[in-house]
Structure formats: structure tokens, C-alpha cells
């Protein structure tokens, strides 16, 4: 008989994973003027973490229903927001935290 927490440590992971590519394919490496901000993007967003709130979406959106690739792309936005409020929060300007 497995863990329970074994098969939700492998759930996470695989959810991770998942998202992970997702953030990746949303997020293209491009040749273009916006450029730079994309790699910003991809510095905050691809980082790596536990990813538990993506994981939160996917499996609330398979309790309605929901198709995998919506309830992926969905996620990533929870993570691209989450990513986003942690830079935000690191900027001195807004806490007037030093560095």
C-alpha cells in the first residue's frame, strides 16, 4: 500500500512539471523588443518552487470538469501572478525595505 503523502508528494511533482512546461511554452525565448522583459518573466516565473498553488487550480478545475489544457493554462496564470507579487513586493520603493 503506498503513502498518502508519497502519491501527493508525486501528484505535486508531476503537477509542477506540468505547469513548469506550460509557463515555458507561454513564455517563448524571442528575438523581439520585448525581450528583455520575457527573460525577466522567465527569471521570476521558472525558477522553480512547489508550484502548490497551480496544483490547487488543476485539481479544483478536474472536480468541475474542466479540460487539462484550460485548467494548465489557468494555473499558469495563478503562478505568473503569484511570481509577479513576490518581485513586486521586492522592490525597495514599495516597503521601504533596504536590499
Known amino acids: 500500500m503506498k503513502d498518502s503523502n508519497s502519491e501527493f508528494q508525486t501528484a505535486l511533482g508531476e503537477n509542477a512539471k506540468q505547469v513548469?512546461?506550460?509557463l515555458d511554452a507561454l513564455m517563448p525565448l524571442t528575438d523581439t523588443p520585448e525581450a528583455r522583459v520575457v527573460d525577466a518573466m522567465r527569471y521570476a516565473s521558472l525558477a522553480?518552487?512547489?508550484r502548490v498553488r497551480p496544483f490547487l487550480v488543476t485539481q479544483s478545475a478536474a472536480l468541475f470538469g474542466v479540460?487539462?489544457?484550460?485548467?494548465?493554462?489557468a494555473a499558469a496564470a495563478?503562478?505568473?501572478?503569484?511570481c509577479?507579487?513576490?518581485?513586486h513586493d521586492d522592490l525597495p520603493a514599495m516597503d521601504n525595505d533596504d536590499l
Open 48 to 50: 522553480g518552487g512547489k
Open 67 to 73: 479540460d487539462s489544457t484550460s485548467a494548465l493554462r
Open 84 to 87: 509577479y507579487s513576490l518581485v
Open 78 to 82: 495563478v503562478e505568473m501572478v503569484h
Open 20 to 22: 513548469t512546461d506550460m
